[in-house]
């Protein structure tokens, strides 16, 4: 619940403050997908999840989390999946590794070098999300919650803007055969 900083304007002279209510409780995660097929608008796939705390929650995502979004985007994009993902510890647990190698008639997956973040549009969406919320004086983990899921909504009618993430990387989007990058 600290509160991120960034830049604001304020009088010369003074220091603009926000008084913020709340502790240190609590975080919010987010997990997400870019979509890519040429011909098509780009898309979205994410989940959010709030953490608050409380005995027997879930502190992030786990290996369900993950499979569950790669089984909604299939559904709702319709076809074969070219997965690329980058080498979080989660995306390499055996339950997850197992799943990939049922699913191998519909479903690549490729892994992007150790340390990557600039190869991976999805690291571009986040960067805006982050960016749009900076100063965002929240009252309760709710309201981060609900602002972050907001600016994740509004991006996925933006095909533009997620097709702007993919260009981040140095790729074109009318040249990618690529389906999915989580």
Not at 27 to 45: A, D, I, Q
Not at 60 to 87: E, K, S, T, Y
Request: with cysteine.
């Amino acid at each position: 619940m600290t509160p991120p900083r960034a830049r604001t304007w304020g009088r010369r002279g003074c220091t603009p403050v926000v008084r913020v209510r709340g502790r240190g409780s609590g975080r919010v995660s987010m997990v997400g997908m870019t979509c890519y097929k040429p011909g098509e608008r780009s898309r979205l796939f994410y989940a959010v999840r709030e953490y608050t705390g409380r005995k027997g929650q879930p502190k992030g995502f786990g290996w369900r989390d993950f499979r569950d979004l790669i089984v909604r985007a299939r559904i709702q994009l319709g076809g074969p999946i070219v997965l690329i993902w980058d080498n979080v510890r989660l995306h390499l647990t055996k339950p997850l590794r197992e799943f990939i190698d049922a699913n191998a008639e519909w479903l690549t997956v490729v892994q992007l070098p150790t340390y990557a973040p600039d190869l991976n549009p999805t690291e571009g969406v986040w960067s805006l999300v982050k960016r749009d919320i900076g100063n965002l004086a929240a009252a309760s983990l709710r309201q981060v919650t609900r602002a972050v899921k907001h600016r994740l909504k509004k991006l996925q009618y933006r095909p533009d803007v997620i097709d702007g993430c993919l260009a981040g990387t140095g790729l074109a989007p009318g040249h990618v055969t690529l389906q999915a990058w989580a």
